[in-house]
């Protein structure tokens, strides 16, 4: 077995013998539906202040991910500012340096074998995962929205959402995402604490639907009253 | 006297003798209608995930519905995603697999004689539905915005919005709420237990209207504590 | 002086001698900008469930006012969906029947020489003007978003919102509005108790700043705690 | 050292030798992009009922701003309705007047070197001003989203925001905004009691960063309880 400290090897250790970008119209279809789609969250106020990033997979062997460059106002996302990567985070394609969150994606992709990473940054989050950070995560359970989460096929599911400990170290932090999604497999995103969702489909459209059904369930929880009662 | 049994095994039973759909340019108008009305509540974040789901009449002799197909992005609704069903949820015209929630359509259309029917899922129901679960509904009173409600004469009017326990047996829950609907003559809605808001209206202008009033309504309560209160 | 009841009197009181609708280039112009003024409203929720009904005076001798038309869904509305009225609210121009609310912009016109005249119907007018009912209003005061109602110089004004019980006898309602509005002069608005706000200006621009800036403070208030301390 | 009260001596006194406006290309750009900034922030309810002003600078030497007019409706916020003024608030380009507040935008020009200004009205801004005002300002720590602050590489900063007693007389108050930024360098914005947010940035798109980043984070800090403890 690989160990999540392995794994993370493996992703700075470049690959240096796939140097090829993915096919053209493939990596402009997906950034086409990711700026679209981002556009759409930071009207919701999701993305706002340049947060948030967003990846797609485009290619798995080799691995290639369409992803934000850094520090994009999402209001006005076009496909043009997209960046290709390779598995170790190398810019294949576009201008612009990668956020030093594509460790995280690539580590997500690796992990749970996802099409597609979307990390959001609302007001919901942000207060959840700071109220609830001493239980490691919050649950969800009883609600009808869960069934949109793959692969859950009733309301009396629960789901844990994991919060993990912000950091600036993307190395480290990637280290411990790929530990965590080891240790609660069956997991649809996680929480790093003050900061953010991170969840994830197959397609770009099942990722797109995790992220909506979890902001909501955040916004439910919030509204219950659940940070009162943290 | 029909009792919900027999009629959720009238639903079951499939009539076979109509097979023809309904005219093609009825069905077109309402479903961009639907279409329309679909992703104006999505941008407001009632049915996000692919949550909720609408129909409407388009032929009374023989029944015929158009509705949402199942697991569709409602914020890029089109028309072409609408499904005709017969009275058994037999699919007529369009690709794809009507909802689950397609009997509970029925049983309304047939309960309360309804011309559209609209299921949305927004933030508010569910944190009330869940809240006030165990009173088995919510009252409304002495709100002016009670009035859009059709037949509804004056703001003194009391509402009452029944709250069902939510299940996956879909024929089971039709049997429920066709049942509810009979005893509880005259409501203009339901909720399900941390699911969301099903109403109705004789059109589809009516139905729409319902749902902004009864929404409204819900985030009135919720920001009158009506949480703390339950 | 004029009593209330005298002059709501008036208004019930038919002048036969002027029959002729106002210029038409005016007419249209105003109910052009009435219309986007309310599907403004509508995307912010404030006049949803065909709540809310907007006028503007477009002659002031013989008095004529373009007024919404009864029961429209405010997110689609047109400039054919106005009427002209006059004093008494008959109908000049236009299909439709006048809302029952008619009566209460004709007493504000004329009880405070308004030009427009707009009434919303949002959650946060709808949980105050209940939750301070007993007080008879809401005292607003120390806020710089105060010096945007017309007359108003400095953040350190008290305005008083006043709260006038709701009813469906509107030629009632309407002797109440001008008597109030006699009694407290100055106001720029007044609240019906979970009905919602009207507010008036000398132009139509007036009239929409002050629903903007009314309806920010109550939500202030409301986010403010003012529910709990009522 | 240049003091408070000389540097607005130095505003009140005219220079003028200057008296030519700027680069007639550079103030359009500018004064598109800061309208369709403007229009951003009033559909988000930032800048409701002609609150809110935003500058940009156009010229260093001699110094000249483009600026919002007085009393505008930031959403139908056009290009022609900014002025160009100098260093003491004289138009030098465009028809209106400029807001009283345009001494507070050159105070801050000057003291903080900014090379754009904009000011916001919001809802969590008026209730966390008025609420925290005692403290004379707000920390805001921990957070991710303060890496999207000019200079700020972690989460782990602990950003003031100052808050100062809000006042009718502008060059008192541009006196002690120029004060508080001596004394507390560093900041990125300050709050004007139950009035609202100042923040800048050494370009127009830090400045509607530094703008989302502190709504975001005051959200964040009304709905996570802060008014209880306040």
Do not use: C
């Not at 009396?156 to 190395?171: A, F, G, T, Y």
């Not at 059904?213 to 009162?228: D, K, N, T, Y």
């Amino acid at each position: 077995m690989k160990t999540a400290s392995n794994r993370s090897k493996a992703i700075r250790m470049q690959s240096s013998k796939e140097r090829v970008p993915a096919n053209s119209a493939t990596f402009l279809q997906v950034a086409e539906s990711l700026a679209e789609i981002g556009r759409g969250f930071y009207a919701r106020g999701w993305v706002l202040g340049t947060s948030g990033n967003f990846s797609a997979v485009i290619s798995q062997e080799p691995l290639r991910l369409a992803i934000t460059s850094t520090g994009l106002d999402k209001g006005a996302l076009t496909p043009g500012q997209f960046l290709e990567i390779d598995e170790a985070a190398n810019v294949m394609r576009g201008d612009g340096r990668p956020s030093a969150e594509a460790v995280l994606h690539l580590a997500i992709v690796r992990g749970v074998s996802a099409g597609a990473v979307l990390h959001t940054h609302s007001v919901s989050s942000t207060v959840l995962s700071g109220m609830h950070a001493r239980h490691s995560g919050i649950a969800l359970e009883g609600y009808e929205m869960l069934k949109g989460l793959t692969g859950v096929a009733t309301h009396k599911h629960r789901e844990w959402l994991p919060i993990l400990e912000n950091s600036q170290d993307m190395v480290e932090l990637a280290d411990r995402v790929s530990s965590r999604l080891e240790q609660t497999p069956g997991v649809h995103g996680f929480l790093l604490q003050e900061h953010g969702l991170y969840t994830w489909g197959e397609s770009l459209a099942d990722a797109k639907r995790h992220v909506e059904i979890l902001e909501f369930l955040m916004e439910v929880l919030v509204r219950s009253g659940a940070i009162q009662n943290a």
